[in-house]
């Protein structure tokens, strides 16, 4: 076990204040704090520890507010597509560490950006949820979560861009990171992917980090369908930016 006291530096208070505004937008939308913490967090310590750092932390804070979504939950939806995204993420976790992760971050980036637009200008999927496309964004999804951490912008805009209610798209986006999430920490430990300074920053970064999400919860208890779209799309439009321009 290192010494703890390396992680008290600069690159900790930045994480911090990153950490507090993702927990505020877990809470309220449901997803995106990876988004928000991906760019940054690789930046101050490495796309390795990235990856396991972010996912350390939202599988704690989802499960801080799964009990609270679930009556919601399409579980059949959330079961074909988080079971496609869990097949796909050791293809993921490969590329991980074998491909340029500032450049994947910058196509996915890309590809967000994209489909906010398309979704601001309000054109919405009116069709039934058929499975083939569900798998397909699952695996997509899967692939970049285990490679990148940033594994939400397929999934989220899909959801997004249907006919469901906030409660409904919150509760799925919820349901599905149970999912996911757990699959790829179990892949993360059998390939040897957990280090001590990730697991050691997680700990430090959770108690603010589920604070701020279980405020951002309560928010979102007296916000309206537009007002939740709005903040939405606001927030993968600055994702997008971030991960483009970091």
């Given at each position: 076990?290192?010494?703890?006291?390396?992680?008290?530096?600069?690159?900790?208070?930045?994480?911090?204040?990153?950490?507090?505004?993702?927990?505020?937008?877990?809470?309220?939308?449901?997803?995106?704090?990876?988004?928000?913490?991906?760019?940054?967090?690789?930046?101050?310590?490495?796309?390795?520890?990235?990856?396991?750092?972010?996912?350390?932390?939202?599988?704690?804070?989802?499960?801080?507010?799964?009990p609270g979504v679930r009556g919601e939950v399409q579980w059949r939806f959330v079961g074909l597509m988080g079971g496609a995204a869990a097949l796909f993420m050791p293809l993921g976790s490969w590329l991980l560490v074998s491909a340029d992760a500032g450049l994947m971050t910058r196509v996915i980036a890309v590809i967000v950006l994209a489909f906010v637009v398309i979704l601001w200008r309000g054109w919405r999927y009116r069709g039934a949820k058929r499975a083939p496309v569900t798998l397909g964004v699952g695996a997509l999804s899967g692939t970049m979560m285990a490679a990148t951490s940033l594994g939400n912008p397929p999934a989220m805009l899909y959801m997004l861009a249907g006919p469901d209610s906030a409660a409904v798209s919150r509760a799925n986006v919820t349901a599905y990171f149970a999912v996911t999430l757990a699959a790829l920490l179990l892949i993360m430990l059998l390939g040897g992917l957990l280090s001590w300074p990730a697991l050691w920053t997680a700990a430090l970064l959770l108690p603010p980090y589920m604070l701020t999400a279980w405020l951002g919860a309560r928010l979102f208890r007296a916000s309206s369908e537009g007002l939740y779209r709005r903040v939405a799309l606001l927030f993968l439009l600055a994702a997008g930016l971030t991960g483009l321009l970091a």
């Open positions: 076990m290192p010494d703890p006291t390396f992680l008290f530096d600069g690159r900790l208070l930045l994480a911090l204040g990153v950490a507090l505004a993702a927990g505020l937008m877990r809470g309220f939308a449901g997803f995106g704090s990876g988004m928000l913490m991906a760019p940054i967090f690789a930046l101050l310590y490495g796309p390795l520890q990235t990856v396991a750092m972010v996912i350390l932390m939202e599988i704690v804070v989802t499960a801080q507010l799964l």
